[in-house]
């Protein structure tokens, strides 16, 4: 895997890229700021970006969404010591495929790239299946299942691992408004239902895509396991959550039991 890194600490700059080199993988650049991020995305295509979050400059999010604007077929491991409140929540949001908290071992970043070229190898294998000319082998033998994510990276990964469960994506979309359109058409077994979209939020959504579609298990997708949205979600009938960022075992596992 071809990997960028950008953290203003010039020891763990060389660590990282020491761990990476040993594990494999192949270092293309190795950055104290984000000045320039876009050039340097152009010049250099990583597969991955590690990527901090206090930096001088642009901070850590706001790259973020530099990154997922230009080439969302990035991964982003976010790395911070921050104890800010909700920022693991917000980076999720944002489309950080991965999420550690300094500081950290060797082990702990080799198990996130672990978990995040799993989760990769799944939206290019769902990518590839969107563009072939015959239908997906495993996608219609348990139902079909509608994605609303308004981040497309999320969206790939979720369709990978519902197809990789038996069921066939009818219809990927952006907004909670789409979503309930897309209810309404497709009447689908499961919709994946991102909490913090544009238009309309999924909690908005969700009590008017039971009441239009009731037959469907609608699952929330949240970077916040927070106990009160949890209990609210249920009461108004989300059968269960996803946490972001994605873990492809933990969602597998998640769907094939709800499709029992």
Same mark, same amino acid.
């Given at each position: ?5 950008? +953290? +203003? ?13 040993? !594990? @494999? ?18 010049? %250099? ?13 642009? +901070? ?19 790395? %911070? ?19 550690? =908290? ?15 070229? /799993? ?8 990518? #590839? ?14 139902? !079909? ?25 009818? #219809? ?10 897309? /209810?309404? /058409?497709?009447?689908? =077994? ?11 939020? @999924? ?12 037959? !469907? /298990?609608?699952?929330?997708? !949240? ?23 994605? =873990? ?13």
């Amino acid at each position: 895997m071809r990997i960028m890194i950008i +953290d +203003d600490n010039a020891a763990m700059l060389k660590v990282l890229a020491a761990v990476f080199a040993k !594990t @494999g993988h192949e270092v293309v650049g190795a950055y104290s700021d984000g000045n320039g991020l876009e050039e340097r995305l152009r010049q %250099t295509m990583p597969d991955l970006v590690c990527l901090d979050y206090n930096l001088p400059g642009r +901070d850590g999010l706001a790259l973020l969404k530099v990154i997922q604007t230009q080439a969302p077929n990035i991964d982003v491991v976010f790395m %911070t010591a921050s104890n800010e409140a909700g920022l693991e929540e917000k980076a999720a949001d944002a489309g950080a495929s991965g999420f550690i =908290r300094k500081p950290f071992g060797q082990n702990q970043i080799i198990d996130e790239l672990r978990e995040v070229t /799993a989760a990769r190898k799944l939206a290019e294998k769902a990518g #590839q299946a969107a563009t072939a000319a015959a239908t997906p082998a495993r996608g219609t033998a348990r139902g !079909t299942a509608v994605i609303a994510d308004d981040n497309g990276s999320v969206r790939l990964v979720l369709k990978g691992l519902l197809e990789e469960c038996g069921l066939r994506v009818v #219809q990927s979309v952006a907004t909670g408004a789409e979503a309930l359109s897309a /209810a309404k /058409a497709h009447q689908p =077994r499961v919709l994946c239902l991102d909490v913090n979209m544009p238009v309309m939020g @999924g909690l908005e959504a969700l009590p008017l895509i039971v009441e239009a579609s009731p037959e !469907t /298990a609608v699952v929330m997708v !949240t970077g916040c396991a927070d106990k009160v949205l949890v209990a609210q979600a249920a009461g108004l009938g989300a059968v269960g959550y996803i946490i972001k960022p994605l =873990r492809p075992a933990y969602v597998e596992a998640f769907i094939r039991k709800l499709l029992g």
